[in-house]
């Protein structure tokens, strides 16, 4: 059974930092992109970042660009998110998904191409 779980989210002071991780689980992971996305009150989801499955690109949200980077330990099936300067509006949960192994897909910032997903962990951050 495929899964992703989310860690580290919490609550923090603004600009203060916090690295989320999202293990992967239930077959190999080598191939897929990975991407974080967030889901604030009262709004939509939408994408923060998304890294390559060999790791070699990225792409952020404007929003989070210059302040979050993501990373991946494909040896650990492991994504992480390295949120700095954290603001009032990065409050959200926080999503990790995974495409299709060699979906041939690059760096893919629409929910729609993510089929698996974590279950969401908090990020609360007071001005």
């Known amino acids: 059974q495929v899964q992703l779980v989310e860690s580290g989210g919490g609550s923090v002071p603004a600009g203060d930092s916090l690295r989320l991780s999202c293990a992967a689980s239930g077959r190999t992971w080598s191939r897929e992109n990975m991407g974080w996305f967030r889901h604030a009150p009262g709004k939509e989801r939408v994408f923060v970042a998304v890294?390559?499955?060999?790791?070699?690109?990225?792409k952020y949200a404007d929003s989070v660009k210059g302040r979050f980077t993501i990373s991946r330990d494909t040896a650990k099936n492991t994504v992480y998110l390295q949120m700095k300067s954290l603001k009032f509006e990065d409050t959200a949960v926080y999503y990790c998904?995974?495409?299709?192994?060699?979906?041939?897909?690059?760096?893919?910032?629409?929910?729609?191409?993510?089929?698996?997903w974590g279950q969401g962990t908090q990020v609360t951050v007071s001005s």
């Open positions: 998904a995974a495409d299709d192994a060699g979906s041939g897909r690059f760096l893919p910032v629409s929910q729609s191409e993510y089929p698996y």
């Open positions: 890294i390559h499955w060999n790791g070699g690109w990225a």
